[in-house]
């Protein structure tokens, strides 16, 4: 057992041949605690007394049962070290203020990295400096931040980026990289990302986007309206963002059956040297309402069911196929009125029932949640 407390604690010593006083330092995230453990003489844990530093003493507050739970359950005194290290470690996850100080050359080589980047790349910095926000400029003039948190062995480890990107933000990092070589990476994946954001740029300048509602640099998908309740949803690729996307058209049959048709008919005329709003106008031969002749309140029907537009994140997407009804739903708001009406019927995830407006024979899935 003695070789096993030194391999764990080599800083915590008998003080005595019987050895029921030990004294020392336990370690733990790479900070040291005072710590005096006395044992009865028969070497009883669950009769063990701890005195600890303030700092322990500080860190270990609202753990105390837990101590003593471990103090009556550990076989002998290596386990209990381990267990004691595992509750300061959850201790100091816990408690942002108790982590450990990076030393001195940490703070100075973060002067030095930044002075070599450009101070006027800095957005924003935290307060313990371990959180840094980098502005960056693309070659079109968008504005992006990188988010980079470091970690307290800066620059031997590697830090933690983010960013608002539709791809995973992938940096590579040796000991003697610094925040230049996060900017320039990030500003590499920036220029490689351009196209794609263009394609997307155009669509929101040019046409009304009912989702996502405020679309982030993140979002590869855009639902564009075409008409009063229906529209159309496209996912583009991020590597090759003018190639066909995928492409749904969203709401009553006898509307979205003609389109779908125009673009299976029209799909080889896809051309990927124009833009996707260009091709969409050409394959669907149609022109889509924008904000220089269309009002958007044109397409922000409300629920017929909760008499709002939007619900959370959802808009109405589900639409009575009569041509005299027409009528909008929520996916969810339909699916629930259905399922409450003794008339309708479910086969898998779908229930069949009627219109709550017209009472015409109308279908909706079951409502799933996005991840």
């Known amino acids: 057992m003695e070789s096993l407390l030194v391999k764990e604690s080599p800083l915590l010593l008998p003080l005595n041949k019987e050895k029921t006083v030990y004294d020392g330092f336990i370690t733990v995230q790479e900070r040291d605690f005072r710590i005096r453990i006395l044992l009865p003489p028969d070497h009883q844990l669950k009769l063990a007394k701890l005195h600890c530093c303030w700092q322990l003493k500080q860190l270990l507050c609202g753990y105390e049962h837990i101590v003593k739970q471990r103090l009556h359950h550990s ?59 980098l502005r960056a400029e693309d070659s079109s003039g968008r504005q992006h931040v990188v988010t980079v948190k470091l970690k307290p062995k800066h620059p031997v480890e590697a830090p933690w980026c983010s960013a608002d990107l539709p791809v995973p933000l992938a940096m590579t990092w040796t000991p003697q990289s610094s925040l230049g070589h996060v900017h320039t990476q990030f500003l590499l994946l920036l220029e490689s990302l351009a196209e794609f954001w263009a394609v997307l740029d155009e669509i929101d300048e040019k046409t009304w986007v009912l989702e996502p509602e405020k679309p982030s640099r993140a979002d590869t998908m855009r639902r564009i309206a075409i008409a009063n309740n229906v529209s159309i949803k496209v996912e583009v690729d991020t590597r090759h963002p003018k190639m066909l996307p995928e492409c749904c058209l969203l709401g009553a049959e006898h509307v979205v059956t003609p389109l779908r048709n125009k673009l299976n008919a029209n799909m080889h005329l896809w051309n990927p040297d124009c833009s996707i709003l260009q091709n969409l106008r050409d394959v669907l031969e149609i022109e889509f309402p924008s904000p220089a002749t269309h009002e958007k309140s044109s397409f922000s029907a409300e629920c017929g069911i909760c008499y709002a537009y939007r619900l959370e994140s959802a808009i109405p997407d589900q639409v009575c196929n009569d041509p005299r009804c027409g009528q909008p739903f929520h996916q969810a708001c339909l699916y629930e009125w259905l399922r409450g009406l003794p008339s309708s019927r479910q086969s898998f995830n779908i229930v069949f029932g009627e219109c709550p407006y017209c009472s015409k024979p109308i279908t909706v899935k079951m409502s799933t949640q996005k991840p």
């Open 75 to 133: 076989p002998d005194l290596v386990s209990f070290v381990l267990e004691l290290k595992t509750v300061l470690e959850v201790a100091l996850k816990c408690r942002p203020e108790c982590r450990s100080i990076p030393p001195p050359q940490y703070y100075s080589q973060l002067i030095i990295e930044m002075e070599d980047l450009g101070w006027d790349k800095l957005v924003s910095i935290d307060t313990e400096f371990r959180t840094l926000r």
